[in-house]
């Protein structure tokens, strides 16, 4: 039986459409799991609030790609401004956009959840069939370091020069050309994102996909949801330019990512151990651009394929891993807080810079207890991520830990992302670092991994979903997607997600198969 | 109390707008106009003339590269914001108003300063004094603003051969893979 791709603006306003699954958002969560439900023989519509967008749409252009295939046209941010959020809202989520580095989760990350959490369900040993399972389907396997772009390169060299450990990252692709595009679409039809694979294979056994459709309410009668309004959401009109649908189904699935998934449970006013939204997570990035003798071009090749997890677990202080970004003209240029002048030297050499992140590990402790979502007065989600000491810390000891590794790396000159950027001109000038203050709206901030604020727990009390995924105090809700990840993970997280929805698929088929 | 951009543009907003259009007796009158080369979709022309102003000393161009303005960089911000979520738009529009507000300036800083009407230099000052400021709304602003201005000025194709930057081509339009 074959599927049906679906925009929602051709449906018949006020239209009912019935079936026995119906899963909200079609990334890394929602399409693994949509994969499975389908080829079980269920009636599956999958809504996506983004476009359906395909090698053909992907023009490599940022002023483009980020309005069609990002989350807010690219403009979501934390409320303050603070913490530029980069997320996926298109056929495909995240993973149409993602940089492809794909981990499993550290064994000591399960570790903790099952202490903390009482996830022993959970465990490497449970979890490894669904790897392996989602490994095969996605092509997941190390890239080689010789395939290195000069930019994930001088973050090799740095380490290596400093004893750091370091190593070359597994990667989701098919044939891929290197072209350095990963974050703009790939034109190659190389990555194996969810738009070429669990979604062909969902639509292969039956799916109805339906685009710019954006679930708003779930609506709730005692434990069981009977229905979902959703709206038409079309990227090239004014958000509210109308019209609209339901949907009822015997199951309903959050896979809107995290973010979204709380903000849908908040609007539909489900709420369990009032935790939705609470302990939002984000890994957020700082980075320090350098400048090169050498032409790095770091706009050419994997955007990601070297890492360094020499300081991931830090005891009770708050880890971080070292990678590298891509480096198209817009992206290397946002991350600048200063103007003028500064701005366009420093740019104007874009072939000779490369840029280091690191990615901190949020969630493991109080300490770092990550931030809330909320709804707006005008319906838009609110993320707040407020600083605490522990994060200062990490990233006044990340800003040192990367400028020794970039100079490490060969540079000659590096800055900071302050307003008014500090430049160090070697190892000597590290020091200097410390003059500067560290944390929200001091320098720039980003994050590519939202986690977390439907979070899992065994405790009833606890958490917002059982070790089954299905929402403390409904019978027939599920959150699958990184929302449900009771920690950041230290790691990138697509695979996980991938693992956890390729494990959930089971729960779901006989909730809908006994409903 | 510190002003979060929640308190000042969620909870708030109704308390921003009051210092945002405060003095529009004082500034309306005086903000310097430009006159925008394509229809509007968000903003005013008063938010529009704030914004210009801002992305032209956020990225003024020198003899190799071109202004924000040369880029349209304020034009295609608006069309941005055109089909965004109209929240995004209005709260922006309010900043860009408190930025360019005299009474705002004078009852913050002591002095009346209408920001389209002050000179390259002057704006620089103002624009680094929201850098820093002991007011996180005036920080947000600031880099929303900043945010905006580069992200738009540096993903323009213009500016590519400018920094080397071959652009995508060779990757386009590829039927088969190899
Ligand atoms: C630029 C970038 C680079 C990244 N690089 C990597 C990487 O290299 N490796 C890695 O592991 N991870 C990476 N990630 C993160 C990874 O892609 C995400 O963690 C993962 O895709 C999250 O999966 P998810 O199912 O939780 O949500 P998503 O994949 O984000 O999918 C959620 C989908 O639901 C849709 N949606 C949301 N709300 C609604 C609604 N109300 N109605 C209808 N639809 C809705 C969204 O539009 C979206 O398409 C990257 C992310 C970004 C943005
Ligand atoms: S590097 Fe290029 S070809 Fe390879 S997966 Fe990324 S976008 Fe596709």
Redesign the interface.
């Known amino acids: 039986m074959s599927g049906q791709i679906i925009a929602a603006e051709t449906l018949t306003d006020g239209v009912t459409l019935t079936c026995d699954v119906c899963v909200v958002g079609s990334g890394a969560g929602g399409a693994t799991v949509a994969a499975g439900l389908c080829e079980a023989g269920l009636d599956v519509i999958l809504l996506e609030e983004g476009g359906y967008h395909t090698r053909r749409d992907f023009d490599l252009q940022e002023q483009n790609a980020y309005p069609m295939l990002y989350q807010e046209r690219g403009l979501r941010a934390t409320d303050d401004g603070a913490i530029t959020i980069l997320q996926g809202r298109n056929v495909g989520g995240g993973t149409t956009i993602n940089w492809t580095t794909c981990y499993r989760t550290p064994a000591r990350i399960l570790r903790h959840w099952a202490d903390r959490y009482g996830l022993e369900d959970l465990s490497e040993e449970k979890l490894l069939p669904h790897f392996e399972a989602m490994e095969a389907r996605l092509n997941i396997q190390e890239w080689p370091e010789e395939l290195a772009n000069e930019n994930n390169r001088r973050l090799l060299e740095g380490c290596r020069a400093l004893g750091y450990q370091v190593h070359a990252v597994k990667r989701n692709v098919r044939g891929c050309a290197n072209s350095g595009y990963c974050g703009l679409g790939c034109p190659h039809d190389a990555k194996q994102g969810m738009l070429l694979t669990t979604i062909p294979d969902a639509l292969g056994a039956g799916l109805r996909l339906i685009h710019h459709a954006q679930a708003v309410r779930l609506n709730a009668e005692g434990a069981k949801i009977t229905s979902l309004n959703a709206r038409v959401k079309r990227p090239d009109a004014q958000p509210d330019a109308g019209g609209g649908f339901t949907v009822k189904a015997k199951v309903f699935v959050c896979s809107g990512g995290a973010i979204n998934s709380p903000a849908l449970l908040l609007r539909s006013e489900i709420n369990p151990n009032v935790l939705v939204g609470r302990n939002t997570l984000l890994h957020p990035v700082v980075a320090m651009p350098a400048i090169y003798e050498q032409p790095i071009e770091g706009w050419s090749g994997a955007p990601q394929s070297i890492a360094s997890h020499q300081f991931v677990d830090r005891g009770p202080a708050m880890g971080f891993f070292m990678e590298a970004p891509p480096l198209q003209p817009m992206l290397a240029a946002s991350g600048f807080y200063g103007f003028g002048k500064m701005q366009i030297d420093f740019l104007s050499q874009l072939r000779h810079v490369g840029v280091m992140l690191a990615i901190c590990v949020d969630g493991l402790s109080e300490s770092t207890p990550g931030g809330t979502v909320t709804l707006r007065r005008d319906g838009r989600i609110g993320v707040s991520y407020p600083t605490t000491p522990a994060l200062e810390e990490c990233f006044t000891f990340a800003h040192e830990i990367l400028a020794r590794t970039t100079f490490a790396g060969g540079a000659k000159r590096a800055v900071t992302l302050h307003p008014s950027p500090l430049e160090l001109r070697g190892p000597q000038d590290v020091p200097s670092l410390k003059e500067r203050r560290y944390g929200p709206l001091a320098h720039s901030i980003f994050t590519a991994h939202q986690m977390g604020g439907c979070r899992m727990s065994a405790d009833p009390k606890d958490g917002v979903v059982g070790t089954d995924h299905r929402v403390r105090g409904q019978d027939n809700l599920f959150v699958i997607d990184g929302s449900v990840l009771p920690t950041a993970l230290g790691v990138n997280p697509s695979h996980t997600i991938y693992a956890l929805a390729h494990r959930a698929r089971p729960l779901v088929i006989d909730a809908a198969r006994g409903a | 109390m510190k002003l ?3 308190s000042a ?3 708030g ?1 109704g308390g921003l707008a009051a210092l945002s259009i405060g003095g529009i007796g004082v500034s309306l009158s005086r903000t310097a106009p430009r006159s925008p080369r394509a229809p509007l979709q968000a903003l005013d022309e008063r938010q529009f003339a704030v914004l210009a102003a801002v992305a032209d ?6 003899h ?2 071109p202004s924000a303005w040369d880029l349209w960089v304020p034009e ?1 911000i608006d069309a ?1 914001l ?7 738009a ?1 709260e922006l529009g309010m900043g860009l108003l408190l930025l360019e507000n005299a009474v705002a300036a004078l009852l913050l800083d002591g002095r009346p300063a209408t920001f389209t009407r002050l000179d390259a230099e002057a704006q ?1 000052e103002t ?2 004094r929201w ?2 400021s002991s007011l ?1 709304l005036r ?6 603003l ?12 213009e ?2 051969r ?4 071959p652009g ?1 081509g ?3 339009g ?1 039927k088969e ?2």
């Open positions: 979060s951009r929640r543009l969620g909870l907003l000393r956020i990225v003024p161009g020198d190799r590269f295609k941005n055109g089909k965004a979520e109209p929240g995004l209005v620089d624009l680094k850098q820093s996180t920080r947000t602003i600031y880099k929303a900043n945010g905006l201005c580069t992200a738009t000025y540096w993903s323009s194709p500016i590519w400018l920094v080397g930057y995508p060779a990757h386009l590829v893979l190899p």
